[in-house]
């Protein structure tokens, strides 16, 4: 009677979406080795079709189902890369975070830092995109220069513009430049859903069509999200480095600063990553009548009034 396809919190409450991506982003399950991540989706796969081996745990089938989640696409069952999944946010985000908040002064650094974090959010967003939706290699590299560019220009145009404002007021560049990306990198990266539109389906995960409207909300969603991740590390962190930098120890231990941040905005990290995930369904619930009218028209034909809404994978 095991469903390990039922999610182990109620994924209708925000407490329950983040204990579910708490569990599935838990950065240890970046260095489980690859021969474990194919055992887990063995067991998963045995277990959605009833024939687990004689003796199993469930939590031998929890704990498989977490490193599954972690590892493998939910689209496509494929085995995602490291660093773009999100159990690896903790890591290359904290690292990357840090050295662009400490390295914030001098044009070259900002430039290069930028460079990195957009680098690293194209890979982020193209492994964790609906997968329905093909992206060819010219979109892509379209959209990863339109992502770095548009960080870049933010960037350096705020350095240039708060050059006579309080030093704070600069150290909230990186912020403004990241959000400002992320409002360009997500869309760009996952043009193609909003121009085809993103795979809907019934509640029983049947395909009904393919919706631009609900491509936009889900792709809006994933933008909010990315961008609260970012944000209570991004702007709490530089007021409490303002601080400490002005205590007398810590001007004496100039070359612990970078340190530093990087290991605060880990902290930061470990609770935003599951609450940024957390704060829309993975699997979004859309009412039919938001839908397309012709979209409409087919699924009333099919299921008349018994179908009022539609489903998707709106991605992370």
């Known amino acids: 009677g095991f469903n390990i396809d039922a999610p182990r919190w109620d994924q209708r409450t925000f407490l329950g979406r983040v204990k579910h991506f708490l569990n599935i982003t838990d950065p240890r399950t970046v260095f489980v ?16 079709m009833g024939v687990v081996p004689p003796g199993t745990q469930v939590e031998q089938l929890l704990y498989a189902k977490k490193l ?11 085995k995602m890369n490291v660093i773009g999944r999100m159990s690896f946010q ?10 662009m908040l400490q390295f914030y002064r001098t044009m070259p650094a900002v430039i290069f830092w930028q460079w990195v974090n957009q680098s690293f959010n194209a890979l982020v967003n ?24 548009t960080a870049v220009a933010t960037a350096v145009g705020m350095n240039m513009l708060t ?14 430049a990241v959000a400002a990306a992320n409002c360009v990198n997500i869309p760009m990266m996952r043009q193609q859903e909003l121009i085809q539109g993103i795979c809907v389906k019934d ?3 049947n395909e009904i069509g393919h919706s631009r409207r609900a ?25 409490i480095m303002e601080r400490l930098e002005k205590l007398h120890f810590m001007q004496k231990v100039k070359v612990l600063h970078a340190p530093l941040q990087v290991m605060l905005c880990g902290y930061f990290l470990i609770f935003m990553v599951p609450v940024a995930c957390g704060l829309f369904p993975q699997k ?33």
């Not at 021969?35 to 045995?46: G, I, P, R, T, Y």
């Not at 599954?68 to 696409?73: E, G």
């Not at 006579?164 to 909230?172: D, E, I, S, T, Y």
């Not at 009548?289 to 998707?312: H, N």
Request: charged share 20%; proline share 8%; net charge neutral.
């Open 203 to 205: 509640r029983n995960e």
């Open 33 to 48: 080795s690859e021969q474990e991540l194919d055992w887990a989706k063995m067991m998963v796969e045995k277990s959605r």
């Open 90 to 99: 903790l890591p290359g985000g904290m690292i990357i975070t840090g050295f």
């Open 215 to 239: 491509a936009a909300i889900g792709i809006t969603q994933v933008v909010i999200s990315r961008i609260t991740m970012s944000a209570p590390g991004m702007i709490l962190l530089p007021v």
């Open 284 to 316: 979004c619930e859309l009412p039919v009548s938001y839908l397309e009218p012709e979209l409409q028209d087919t699924i009333k034909a099919k299921y008349g009034e018994l179908e009022p809404y539609v489903y998707f994978n709106k991605g992370l």
């Open 126 to 149: 193209y492994t964790n995109r609906n997968a329905a939706s093909p992206i060819s290699v010219r979109q892509m590299t379209l959209s990863y220069f339109t992502a770095t560019t």
């Open 68 to 78: 599954y989640d972690s590892a493998f696409h939910p689209d496509t069952g494929e």
């Open 163 to 176: 050059k006579k404002a309080p030093p704070l007021v600069g150290r909230w560049v990186p912020f403004a």
